[in-house]
């Protein structure tokens, strides 16, 4: 038994027999031509077979994993069309005397050499995209065409690395999950398994020449490990785990598509809490109306500097358009506190759950928030977005944030950048917004409530220090009574209230909430059937 650890892109766990893909890489010899404009002729030849194979995988794409992660066949398609790129090839080929196949390769690696070199981590993972289809392309000209990647019984993907296009190929039915050496959580085929929802784990430290087709695989995307030939209680806790899901998509199946309604007619949103792109098809999965929370700092998160604002739209953009028509309310960044981020230089604090974090960084940083703002105005175009700003305390601050905004629509309008107007809410997580809701309520659109820190802040208790879990009551009554009255105050100037905190989930609670008259509970992927369950039986 032999076990790896890697990088989890979807979760979920797969025992199976492994099919592994060696990466056979084209030989490609340089060869001096006679007549160069034979070889152009031959590059535009196969350029057309290449657009066609990708319009064949983007149609096939559309179906299996829908319109927005199909997308990156529309996007190989237009790379093939780039000038840049065809001025390389030709320009090769007519000053260099070479063929058609060895000038397309080269020029792939240069382009592919040059993203990968990128400090930005959409651009690096371009780099695998540009690798493709050359690779595609060379295969054309040399008239090599596209191999089908076939296999007969439900198998575990071992490889160096997957394009988009061999991923697409394959036979859905037929995998169980996917575990590369390479790879990145931005690139394509990380997204196609996200929303194909097969459990995928990438950067595994593996050596392929070790790996056989027919080996015995656990692959836990949970824990991040793979296990080659498990022992046999290995493979009794997959087979647990296993069951576990499949009761869950057994009750999927009982309530999905079923309203969140209770038995006397009240009707409550369900929506889901995320923590980033990955978290999408969870949501999808679980049959959330929505997404309630999305937790944008992860965007900030085990990095050497500040992601940039093409980045981050590219991340908002795919949530938007993966969600459809569904609301997603994306948080501002809440840095700060117990996530601590090296390069925004927060200094130490021997407070810093009531310090320096979350608007108020933005507020004293705001070429950070507006770096923000731009990416999710420009992302808005694409789906139903509402922004959220946490840790509001003062009428003032909604002011200042309303000002900011207002600055950044303007540089957009101005630059002509299409953005909508988006629903603009804030987090109530502290005593002091819950006492001013009323002021807040004719200021913003929506209240979103975050149980964890205003039961901390309430009770003066660090929600960190295991020492004082006994003393950590999230149904204290004064809990309770904000609740109650930021509904109140949000519902009498015509505004919805809802929950995003760790008490949504709580089942215990659910009908006091209703009774309340709370709009909306945004929970965990996994909560969102037995909550929806839950409201279903109160009367």
């Known amino acids: 038994m032999v076990k790896y650890y890697g990088k989890t892109v979807f979760k979920g766990v797969a025992i199976g027999p492994a099919v592994v893909l060696k990466n056979e890489e084209q030989q490609v010899k340089r060869r001096k031509v006679g007549n160069p404009e034979d070889e152009v002729k031959r590059v535009g030849e196969g350029l057309e077979t290449a657009q066609a194979q990708l319009q ?24 093939l069309e780039d000038e840049d790129y065809l001025d390389a090839i030709y320009n090769m080929i007519r000053t260099e005397q070479v063929n058609a196949e060895y000038a397309v390769a080269l020029t792939g690696d240069n382009f592919s050499q040059m993203f990968a070199g990128m400090d930005d981590d959409y651009m690096k993972a371009r780099a695998a ?98 296990i080659f030939e498990p022992n046999e209680f290995v493979c009794e806790e997959a087979e647990r785990k296993i069951k576990k899901e499949r009761e869950k998509v057994q009750l999927l199946q009982e309530l999905k598509g079923k309203e969140n309604v209770t038995l006397s007619g009240k009707e409550i949103n369900v929506y889901a809490n995320i923590g980033g792109i990955g978290d999408v098809g969870y949501a999808l999965e679980n049959d959330a109306g929505g997404v309630g929370l999305f937790r944008s700092e992860f965007l900030y998160l085990g990095r050497d500097d500040f992601p940039s604002e093409e980045e981050q739209f590219q991340a908002y953009r795919q949530v938007l358009q993966t969600m459809g028509e569904k609301k997603v309310i994306i ?22 759950a009531m310090g320096y974090r979350a608007i108020r960084i933005c507020l004293k940083q705001p070429e950070i928030f507006k770096t923000q703002l731009r990416a999710l105005l420009r992302a808005s175009v694409y789906g139903n977005l509402s922004i959220m700003y946490p840790m509001i305390i003062s009428t003032e601050e909604v002011e200042r944030i309303y000002a900011i905004v207002a600055e950044v629509k303007k540089e957009l309008a101005e630059e002509q950048i299409a953005f909508k107007e988006p629903e603009q809410g804030i987090m109530i997580e502290t005593p002091a917004a819950v006492m001013i809701s009323e002021k807040l309520a004719q200021m913003v659109d929506f209240f979103s409530v975050g149980t964890n820190d205003l039961t901390q802040y309430t009770l003066a208790i660090d929600r960190q220090n295991e020492k004082l879990d006994d003393f950590y009551n999230p149904h204290h009554e004064a809990i309770l009574s904000m609740i109650q009255m930021i509904v109140d105050n949000a519902h009498k100037h015509g505004k919805w209230a809802g929950i995003c905190g760790e008490l949504g989930a709580d089942l215990e609670l659910t009908e006091t909430f209703v009774k309340m008259g709370i709009d909306e509970l945004s929970v965990s992927p996994s909560m969102v059937l037995p909550l929806r369950k839950r409201i279903r039986e109160i009367d």
Do not use: W
Request: with cysteine.
């Open 56 to 79: 064949a995988l983007y149609e096939k794409a559309v179906v299996e994993v829908g319109e927005a992660s199909a997308a990156i066949f529309e996007v190989h398609q237009m790379m």
């Open 129 to 226: 995209d540009v690798k493709d289809i050359s690779n595609r392309l060379v295969k054309c000209i040399s008239g090599n065409g596209e191999a089908g990647l076939d296999f007969q019984e439900p198998s575990i993907i071992v490889a160096d690395d997957l394009s988009p296009s061999e991923t697409v190929q394959m036979d859905k039915e037929k995998i169980l999950a996917f575990v590369t050496v390479h790879g990145s959580a931005n690139s394509h085929t990380s997204i196609l398994a996200r929303m194909m929802n097969i459990p995928a784990l990438i950067g595994v430290p593996l050596d392929l020449a070790k790996v056989q087709s027919g080996m015995k695989v656990v692959v836990d995307g949970v824990q991040g490990e793979v």
């Open 331 to 352: 948080r501002t960044l809440d840095i700060g506190a117990d996530k601590q981020v090296e390069y925004f230089n927060l200094g130490k604090e021997d407070n810093p």
